[in-house]
């Protein structure tokens, strides 16, 4: 299984940017999809999860800014990131996980500006 994350980018504050996923299986073979980031000399964080069938899961620093959600069709997960804040900078990696592993992405670079 790999993971393909791509949708970075240099943003200014307030803007927005839709990073994506692509898996080489099915998303919905996943129990859960879902975004980490590990900003400079950060640990990586959750930012979002969503388990299949489920709710999202949000970190607060993020809630009512980004949304995650998928595609079946196109084996795709996004992130829509809104309302960006420089602390938001750091490199962004989504995961999907079935009961017996864990798939990353190779990550993909947001920068915001102030």
């Known amino acids: 299984v790999q993971l393909q994350a791509s949708g970075g980018g240099l943003v200014q504050a307030g803007g927005s940017l839709r990073p994506s996923c692509v898996a080489s299986?099915?998303?919905?073979?996943?129990?859960?999809m879902g975004w980490y980031r590990q900003a400079p000399g950060k640990e990586r964080e959750l930012v979002a999860e969503?388990?299949?069938?489920?709710?999202?899961n949000y970190a607060d620093s993020v809630k009512g800014r980004f949304t995650v959600s998928g595609d079946n069709t196109k084996n795709t997960a996004y992130l829509q990131m809104s309302s960006l804040k420089p602390e938001d900078t750091g490199v962004y990696y989504c995961?999907?996980?079935?009961?017996?592993?864990?798939?990353w992405g190779q990550g993909t670079l947001v920068t915001v500006s102030s």
């Open positions: 299986t099915p998303i919905f073979s996943f129990v859960h």
């Open positions: 969503v388990a299949t069938g489920g709710s999202p």
């Open positions: 995961y999907g996980s079935t009961r017996f592993q864990v798939y």
